[in-house]
């Protein structure tokens, strides 16, 4: 039987946080080289997390990333039992969605 949830813990708070085993992730490596083809000026590869703001200079630019990363995106169930970066919608800066690192507990 699948599992329907997962647990994560997130490297920049230590939080850990069930969620659904179909939320959507990437690899950090994935991450890391669409964060680099982004051209973000901030150079955002790396970081533990990446909010999907909206109302900075900058929201075109995140908005073009999040739209790849969700494009290359598996699920959490698929780390089991290591890092990525999960999607959490609506937990970032003012309700924004956030990529968050993390590590999937292993089954």
């Given at each position: 039987?699948t599992n329907l949830t997962c647990t994560v813990t997130f490297d ?7 969620v659904p085993a179909n939320r959507l992730a990437v690899a950090p ?30 929201a075109d630019l995140l908005d073009a990333l999040d739209d790849a ?39």
């Amino acid at each position: 039987m699948t599992n329907l949830t997962c647990t994560v813990t997130f490297d920049a708070t230590l939080d850990t946080a069930i969620v659904p085993a179909n939320r959507l992730a990437v690899a950090p490596a994935v991450f890391n080289r669409l964060a680099r083809e982004s051209n973000h000026p901030a150079g955002i590869s790396g970081l533990d997390q990446l909010h999907i703001t909206t109302g900075t200079d900058d929201a075109d630019l995140l908005d073009a990333l999040d739209d790849a990363l969700r494009a290359r995106a598996q699920t959490v169930g698929e780390f089991d039992g290591a890092a990525c970066y999960v999607l959490c919608p609506g937990e970032g800066i003012d309700g924004c969605d956030v990529w968050a690192r993390g590590v999937v507990a292993a089954d």
